[in-house]
């Protein structure tokens, strides 16, 4: 890949986690290799047992404590997202990746988890040829206007609302 862009997937809707991930399902079906970095999140979701089968062409790790940080945040969460910061900056510049995804990061930033400063640099480091998504809601404004392609998942209507709970395959 000659080019890599800076892509946002943002907005209230379903949908920004598995955009980003069907990318890396191209890329990786194109032979290259893919970094998924998750903020805030830590578990075995049915989407990472499925990269398993790509072996060593994709490298998944979570920075979050397991429980929903809604409830206030810790020092604990902070200091997982700075690893994770880092370890996702490792992933930018080493070259080793044509992707590298770092899922939930908006979300982070819109919490104050994470500071807009410290992604900004990740994004001037990134080397030309590297692909980089960002996901989760909130995304701020600094980031839309650094970013390459920027879509807003909107939620207009959602089964959750009826009781439906989330579903393994689908949701989950």
């Known amino acids: 890949m000659r080019k890599g862009y800076i892509q ?5 809707g379903k949908g920004k986690t598995t955009a980003a991930f069907g990318v890396a399902v191209r890329m990786l079906g194109a032979g290259y290799r893919v970094f998924i970095g998750q903020f805030l999140k830590n578990g075995l979701y049915s989407e990472l047992k499925g990269f398993k089968s790509w072996g060593d062409s994709v490298s998944i790790e979570q920075f979050g404590s397991g429980r929903f940080v809604g409830k ?9 997202a700075e690893e994770g910061l880092e370890r996702c900056g490792g992933a930018i510049r080493n070259g080793g990746y044509g992707l590298v995804i770092l899922d939930e990061i ?7 988890i994470v500071k807009f400063d410290a992604v900004r ?6 080397p030309g040829n590297v692909e980089l998504i960002l996901t989760g809601r909130g995304a701020p404004s600094e980031l839309i206007d650094e970013a390459d392609l920027v ?11 009826s009781g439906v709970s989330a579903r393994a395959g689908i949701e989950k």
């Open 8 to 12: 946002v997937y943002t907005g209230n």
């Open 72 to 80: 206030g945040i810790t020092v604990k969460d902070r200091k997982l």
């Open 106 to 112: 908006n979300t982070a930033l819109s919490l104050g």
């Open 121 to 126: 640099r990740l994004l001037h480091e990134k």
């Open 151 to 161: 879509t807003e998942m909107v939620e207009i209507k959602h089964y959750y609302d």
